[in-house]
Each structure stands twice: as structure tokens, then as C-alpha cells.
């Protein structure tokens, strides 16, 4: 019997529920990444890297993970990453994640490729929210786009900009399997994506209006660059591994950029977070919030919007747990002395790093 995502008490169990859910080719497309997927482990890898040091004898009766980005609230710091394709993995699409962010208290991003479109999720929900955009035409069609998201009463604009070209995922290579949101190159629109330059995002800042959000930064140079047009967030991120492949790990990227920024702008990163002590590192070495691409994936296929708010509510636990044993009552009170560079565990998969019961990178291995 399917579990009831209410019941799940830890992120192990929903993880094990979208397994059981999903068929093979799904599974690879949340699991997967690009060409050797070297990338996609690193991420894990450098986050496994990082040994917390907590401190001991504070008061940390009362605990509060909350903080604000853009000026909005976040229950815990964490945003929902833009999951181009999220029909695929729940009949709601793009709108149980909004829905789901507003339920728990988080800020969620709409790709501008996921149905029901963003006009409807903007409509079915009143919290602010944030629309991503993957640029698929000229500057008319962006304006066009950005008007559309303004219009649906979105609060923020986030341009995806480690998308030039579809990275080769080869698990759907080799099988054939096609998400509907990607055709490898297929969708004659994809080719101003390519065009795209620091110009082009300058000109749709301006034209937008409200805050931009540039995601897809990976060195300090484009972070400092971001700057320089006056962008209010950088995102750092490599797509989870799904873009370059041999890219470096997204928070050891992370440390360079906050650097870089200074302060100027909020950081955001992902790539590889899955449990309360991934976000809390992040957070240490100076970002504002952790974006939640695959575990927001793996949630939605467990549960749909009931699978999100229980995974948002299991990893609240984890993250105020573990504040407790830092000797944190406020996220403020982190800083980069509650990490150090360790040895990480030699692990088959990085979804296995974060979840050593699963047994490999596909739990549901008697499924066909």
C-alpha cells in the first residue's frame, strides 16, 4: 500500500514512496545528470565534505530557522527551486508547488515550462512567487514573457542562464525516453536561450522592473558581473549536474561568490541539498537560501502537494534539530566557523550519501 505522505516520518520514507511511484525513465530524469553525471556527485560530494563543529552550553531553548529573501518570509531558508516539466511528476504540475510553498511558508519559483503555465499558477495562489523564465525568443517575445508574469502578480523575475545548450543526459539518450519539457535540441525556440548575454539579461532587468533573480552563476567573475547591472539575487547553481558535466560542486562555488558579493545581493545556491545539515552548511558559508530542485521532485512524485509540505515540514525538523546541537538558536548566530573541509564517506550514488538505506541510486530496483 502507497504510503500516506502524512505518515512518512522521515525524507527516507517520501523518497522510497516516489520510487515505488515512478517508472524507470522518470526516476533517471530526477536522478540523472549530464554525459558522466561527475558533476551530479560532486555536488553531493563537496557538501559531504564539510564537518560541522558545533559549540556547547548555549541557550538554545527556543529556535527560530526563519528568514526573509526579497523581503519575504521563509519558514525555514529554503526556496523551491523552478522544476521545468513538474507535470511529470504529479497531475498538478507547476501548481502543487505553489500551493504547497504557500501551505508551509516558503517562496516558490514557477518555470516558465511547466503546466499549467503561469497564469494559472498565478491565479491559484495568493503568496508571492517567483517566475522563471527560459528565454525563447527575440526581445520582443521576452518582454511579452515578462509582461505575462507581471500580470499573473509575480513578485520576482529569475533567469535561468546555465542554458545555452541542453546538457546530454545520456540515461535519456540511451533509452530513448523524452521528458516533454526537452527534445535534445528539438524545440526551435531554444536557440535564443544561446543568444542570450549580459546585455540581453540587463535590458529584461529594466524592463521587468521588480527584482531579478540570475541563476545559473558558478564563479565569482559572473557573480561580480550580476553586480554590476544592479541584480538583487545571484543563484548559484550548476542545474544539478544536469548542463557541464565535470563542473565543481555548487557549494564549493558558493564560497567564492558570497565573497564576491559581499553582501551586495542575496545568495542563493543548490545543487545536491537533501537534508536539514546540507541546508545549514550553506547557510554557514554565507548563503541567504537553499534552492530544493530533486528533493521537491522525488516529493511531488511521492505525494503531490501533500508530499512537498511533509518533506518541507521533515526537513524543518532536521534543521532545527540540528541548530539545537550547534548551539544556534537563530541562523543569524552561523557563520563559516561551524564548518570545516573533512573527509567525505566513499558512497555508490549521491542520492545514497544523504539516505544510506536505500541500497543504491534506485531504490525500487525489483521494478521493471
Do not use: C
Not at 109 to 128: D, F, H, Q, R, Y
Not at 211 to 222: C, F, M, S
Not at 320 to 339: C, I, P, T
Amino acid at each position: 500500500m502507497p504510503l500516506e505522505p502524512a505518515a512518512a516520518t522521515t525524507i527516507h520514507e517520501i523518497i522510497d514512496s516516489a520510487a515505488a511511484n515512478l517508472d524507470r525513465d522518470t526516476w533517471d530524469y530526477i536522478a540523472g545528470g549530464a554525459e558522466s553525471e561527475t558533476t551530479v556527485r560532486r555536488n553531493r560530494f563537496a557538501i559531504d565534505s564539510l564537518a560541522l563543529r558545533p559549540r556547547v552550553l548555549r541557550d538554545v531553548g527556543s529556535i527560530d530557522p526563519s528568514t526573509t529573501l526579497l523581503g519575504q518570509r521563509l519558514r525555514i531558508p529554503v526556496v523551491l527551486a523552478p522544476l521545468g516539466g513538474a507535470e511529470i511528476f504529479t497531475a498538478d504540475g507547476a501548481l502543487a508547488s505553489a500551493r504547497a510553498g504557500e501551505r508551509f511558508g516558503v517562496t516558490a519559483m514557477i518555470s516558465s515550462i511547466s503546466e499549467p503555465g503561469l497564469e494559472a499558477v498565478g491565479a491559484a495562489t495568493a503568496a508571492a512567487k517567483v517566475a522563471q523564465i527560459y528565454v525563447r525568443g527575440d526581445a520582443a517575445w521576452a518582454d511579452e514573457a515578462i509582461g505575462r508574469a507581471l500580470d499573473a502578480g509575480f513578485a520576482a523575475i529569475a533567469l535561468t542562464v546555465d542554458s545555452a545548450y541542453y546538457g546530454r543526459r545520456e540515461r535519456q539518450l540511451r533509452s530513448g525516453w523524452r521528458p516533454p519539457t526537452h527534445q535534445f535540441g528539438g524545440d526551435p525556440g531554444i536557440v535564443w536561450q544561446s543568444r542570450l548575454t549580459w546585455e540581453g539579461l540587463e535590458r529584461m532587468h529594466e524592463r521587468a522592473g521588480v527584482p531579478l533573480i540570475v541563476k545559473g552563476i558558478q564563479t565569482a567573475r559572473d557573480a561580480e558581473l550580476a553586480l554590476e547591472r544592479g541584480i538583487e539575487v545571484i543563484y548559484v547553481s550548476n542545474h544539478g549536474g544536469r548542463q557541464l558535466d565535470h563542473a565543481e560542486g555548487a557549494i564549493e562555488t558558493l564560497r567564492e561568490v558570497v565573497d564576491a558579493v559581499a553582501g551586495q545581493a542575496a545568495v542563493v545556491v543548490d545543487g545536491g541539498f537533501l537534508r536539514g545539515t546540507d541546508v545549514l552548511k550553506a547557510i554557514a558559508l554565507g548563503a541567504d537560501a537553499v534552492g530544493l530542485g530533486r528533493l521537491q521532485a522525488y516529493a511531488l512524485a511521492a505525494g503531490g502537494e501533500a508530499g512537498l509540505v511533509r518533506v518541507l515540514e521533515l526537513l524543518e525538523e532536521e534543521i532545527v534539530n540540528a541548530m539545537g546541537l550547534l548551539g544556534v538558536a537563530r541562523l543569524d548566530q552561523l557563520d563559516s566557523s561551524f564548518v570545516a573541509r573533512s573527509s567525505a564517506m566513499p558512497t555508490r550514488s549521491p542520492l545514497l550519501a544523504a539516505f544510506p538505506e536505500l541500497g543504491g541510486d534506485w531504490p525500487a530496483a525489483e521494478r521493471p
